[in-house]
């Protein structure tokens, strides 16, 4: 049976989002062009109070300023003036990590409404000062080893590119096509029925230690299955929005 969705297999739409292999490596280089799904995202982000300003005052001696240094005036030190300018200062860095990994079962459509949700907060996160670095992942465990393929969506000094992030969040190509694709062509990959467990469910009690092994510390790192179970109990958006709060020393 060939798994290969990236290579000559033709997937169905139902299940994994694309009908062809072109197709899929269409949404992999240009993106979703769904007017849509971007406008439903950036119109309806959430509301996150502002950082503070991140312009600081900074003093310095100069050979003008607003106030004479005595002690350097007597000694005829050239620079013996007070002066100031205003700089600009780097917002923090929130680091976010999303395991996309989903079980065999899952259906496209709620991966589609799971990943709304967390990218309307991340626009929210984004437009409060924060800068934001979002990685994508996805997992294969088995006989103790772990698998794991990442995808950088935005890097901290990246505007937001709702077109570049909306496939592999809001689609599940991105694991059953892409990621299928490489995982199959590594030498000890193998098929028992399945492709083995997500590390979400193969490290559910050290999670966060996990991905911050990988990461680094201060990474905030949830997955589609956490909120998929959140989403079965009417409680997705608060959810979301628990998981994805902003703690005191949570930057990177």
């Known amino acids: ?32 062009t769904n007017t849509r799904l971007i406008n439903e995202v950036s119109k309806n982000s959430v509301h996150i109070d502002r950082v503070e300003s991140n312009k600081r005052t900074k003093f310095f001696n100069d050979v003008q300023g607003f106030s004479p240094i005595v002690p350097l005036v007597i000694m005829g030190v050239p620079k013996n003036m007070s002066n100031s300018r205003t700089v600009k200062m780097k917002n923090k860095v929130i680091n976010l990590v999303w395991d996309c990994s989903i079980s065999g079962g899952t259906e496209t459509s709620d991966v589609r409404a799971v990943a709304i949700e967390v990218l309307k907060q991340v626009v929210g996160l984004e437009l409060a000062g924060y800068r934001v670095r979002l990685t994508a992942v996805d997992s294969y465990c088995s006989g103790g080893i772990s698998y794991m393929m990442g995808l950088t969506l935005k890097k901290e000094s990246q505007p937001i590119n709702l077109k570049r992030i909306l496939f592999p969040c809001t689609s599940s190509a991105f694991v059953r096509g892409v990621s299928f694709g490489w995982y199959v062509r590594l030498p000890d990959a193998e098929y028992i029925s399945g492709y083995g467990r997500t590390a979400h469910h193969e490290y559910r009690e050290h999670a966060k230690d996990y991905y911050e092994q990988i990461f680094g510390t201060n990474t905030i790192s949830f997955s589609i299955a956490e909120f998929l179970d959140a989403k079965r109990r009417g409680r997705l958006e608060s959810t979301v929005k628990a998981r994805l709060t902003v703690k005191e020393g949570a930057t990177a």
């Open 1 to 32: 049976m060939n798994h290969d969705y990236f290579g000559n297999a033709c997937g169905t739409k139902h299940w994994n989002d694309f009908e062809r292999p072109e197709e899929l490596q269409n949404l992999l280089v240009n993106g979703v």
